[in-house]
């Protein structure tokens, strides 16, 4: 089995920054894709930003210039770097990640339980 795990939600003012975590455990033989989304009740589920085994990354529109993903291959980790939050940035956060448990296997899409994130104005 394999578990997603994020932390670092929170409230925070308009301006300011927050960071979220993301730690990826269980049967895991390789960790390929990465990626946070986020999604506000009653709107559909976006895609944030993505980060490849080998470090590519790709960006949303409404956070390039304010959001950085990176990631800790050896631990399995991925970052959300927020600042400059917005009131429009309030929603909660997953983190995805794409898992092969094996050498033989292809890799399957885990999801994460979501992090809140609130800006207020």
């Known amino acids: 089995q394999v578990q997603v795990m994020e932390s670092g939600g929170g409230l925070v003012q308009a301006g300011g920054s927050l960071r979220l975590s993301c730690v990826v455990s269980?049967?895991?033989?390789?960790?390929?894709?990465m990626a946070w989304y986020r999604q506000a009740p009653g709107k559909q589920r976006e895609s944030v930003a993505t980060?490849?085994?080998?470090?590519?990354?790709n960006y949303a529109d409404s956070v390039k210039g304010r959001f950085t993903i990176s990631r800790d291959g050896a631990q399995n980790m991925v970052y959300l770097q927020m600042n400059s939050l917005k009131p429009e940035d309030t929603d909660v956060y997953y983190c995805v990640a794409g898992v092969k448990e094996t050498l033989y296997t292809t890799p399957r899409t885990y999801w994460g339980q979501g992090t809140q994130v609130t800006v207020s104005s």
């Open positions: 269980g049967r895991i033989f390789r960790v390929t894709l």
């Open positions: 980060i490849t085994s080998d470090g590519s990354t």
